[in-house]
């Protein structure tokens, strides 16, 4: 029998880590604290992956698990644990990257921000398969280390009327004639209309749209249908007169109109606290010059020209740098914001230096992180005295941290995590890094 072991820390993707027979161990399951049995299911010489077995002494942060899917479905992985506990937890995985993989430490930990822990999420890919064992279709999130859909009936992150579609959406995907031939529908929602794009591999009859209209009309949403591979493609099948897909700011006066498959923040009222936190860290002032990589369709440099300064948003999807600037012209910010495409990615210090001088940066890069960014300020003048870093992904933001402090001359003077993805292992935080005076 294997011994108990205790539970030490969570690692990134919500797992507790604990030392057994010089061993690392990665429990599901597990909370810091804990003392646990816990059975293998992947063993190397050096670690073992396992699932939990007894929680033989349990952790205060333990809670009782409030989706019937949670242990099946592979879209949760921590409602075992207060929400609170796990902000709590997502700081420390945030400081100890910031040690260990920057070798950098913040000098101010900023308050975490905390929103609702349920009915947060308003955007999701579901996968949908038809499956004759079960009777029919299912729709959902994959399950836990598996390509197979969950038998999902309810989902609690996403909105209640959301997640009560589920099982419409189950039926109506199953009287269709094409109904081995919808792999996928991704949820988009905003403020004054909800949209299901179906991703749809052949044709539908005209039998299968006098079903789709129906339930339109029945669930008060919109169907877009994207028969081809790229998401752009997408179009509105039906209601075709919907209100316009959009989010606000009101703070800003901002708003932002979006198509269903352009990346936008999932969680639309934690987004508004990520935005006002940026740019009071920014602090953006008239007549500075500010740049916004990784813009996306204009989340914070809109914010940001709304305060006064010029704003030069970059960012790789030309769909995307389109967007931003209708959102711009929209917003009547087109006369202080520019939109440039570029492949961030693969940029460097002459490239950087070719985009003149910037006061402030703010820098909101995908998982990979901003290395190429980073590695292109120059150390003198010529680098922006302050810049503000919003990241999804702790590892690469303290990689990235580490070139500027140690290598460019700045210091890290605040940092912190904003609750974007509860009951995930997801991190989403910010930090702020100014110029050592010199
Ligand atoms: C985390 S999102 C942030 C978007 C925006 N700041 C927001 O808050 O909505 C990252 C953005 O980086 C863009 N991106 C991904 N890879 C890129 C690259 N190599 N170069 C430039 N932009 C890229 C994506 O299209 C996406 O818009
Ligand atoms: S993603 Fe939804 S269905 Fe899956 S465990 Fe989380 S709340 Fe439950």
Redesign the pocket.
């Known amino acids: 029998m294997i011994a108990p072991v205790t539970i030490e820390s969570l690692d990134q993707e919500g797992r507790g880590v604990a030392h057994a027979q010089g061993k690392v161990i990665f429990i599901e399951g597990a909370l810091p604290g804990e003392v646990v049995t816990y059975n293998p299911y992947r063993k190397k010489s050096n670690f073992e992956m396992a699932q939990v077995g007894q929680v033989l002494k349990p952790a205060y942060a333990r809670v009782t698990p409030q989706c019937r899917h949670f242990g099946t479905c592979g879209g949760c992985s921590l409602q075992h644990m207060d929400a609170r506990a796990q902000v709590a937890a997502k700081q420390r995985i945030l400081e100890d990257n910031l040690k260990h993989i920057g070798k950098v430490e913040s000098e101010l930990i900023l308050p975490a921000v905390y929103g609702a822990a349920w009915g947060y999420r308003y955007r999701a890919r579901l996968s949908v398969r038809y499956v004759a064992k079960k009777g029919g279709v299912l729709v959902g999130f994959h399950e836990k280390r598996s390509s197979f859909v969950a038998d999902m009936q309810a989902c609690e992150v996403m909105p209640l009327h959301i997640s009560r579609l589920i099982l419409p959406l189950r039926e109506l995907v199953g009287s269709l004639s094409i109904l081995d031939r919808i792999p996928q529908i991704e949820v988009s929602l905003g403020e004054e209309v909800d949209v299901l794009v179906l991703r749809i591999l052949e044709p539908l009859t005209s039998q299968d749209e006098v079903l789709l209209t129906a339930f339109a009309d029945r669930h008060h949403i919109q169907f877009f249908l994207q028969p081809e591979g790229s998401p752009q493609t997408a179009y509105p099948f039906y209601p075709k007169d919907a209100p316009e897909l959009n989010y606000t700011l009101p703070e800003f006066d901002i708003v932002m109109p979006f198509h269903p498959t352009e990346?936008?923040?999932v969680n639309p009222a934690m987004?508004r606290i990520l935005v006002r936190r940026a740019l009071n860290l920014l602090d953006p002032q008239p007549g500075e010059r500010i740049a916004?990589?990784?813009?996306?369709?204009?989340?914070?440099t809109l914010p940001i020209a709304r305060r006064g300064a010029y704003v030069a948003g970059?960012?790789?999807?030309a769909a995307?740098v389109r967007r931003a600037g209708e959102n711009a012209k929209r917003n009547g910010l087109a006369r202080n914001t520019q939109f440039v495409e570029?492949?961030?990615?693969?940029i460097n210090e002459a490239w950087m230096q070719g985009q003149g001088y910037f006061d402030k940066m703010l820098i909101?890069?995908?998982r990979?992180g901003a290395i190429a960014v980073v590695n292109s300020l120059g150390e003198g003048r010529t680098a922006p005295p302050r810049i503000v870093y919003?990241s999804?992904n702790p590892a690469t933001l303290a990689r990235d941290a580490g070139v500027l402090v140690q290598g460019k001359g700045y210091l890290l003077k605040a940092a912190g995590v904003v609750n974007m993805f509860p009951h995930t292992a997801h991190v989403e935080s910010i930090a702020l890094f100014e110029k050592a005076a010199v």
């Not at 970059?314 to 999807?317: I, L, Q, V």
């Not at 570029?342 to 693969?346: D, K, M």
């Open positions: 990346f936008t923040q987004n916004d990589l990784f813009c996306g369709l204009g989340n914070f970059y960012e790789g999807s995307m570029a492949n961030l990615f693969e909101d890069p995908p990979e919003v999804c």
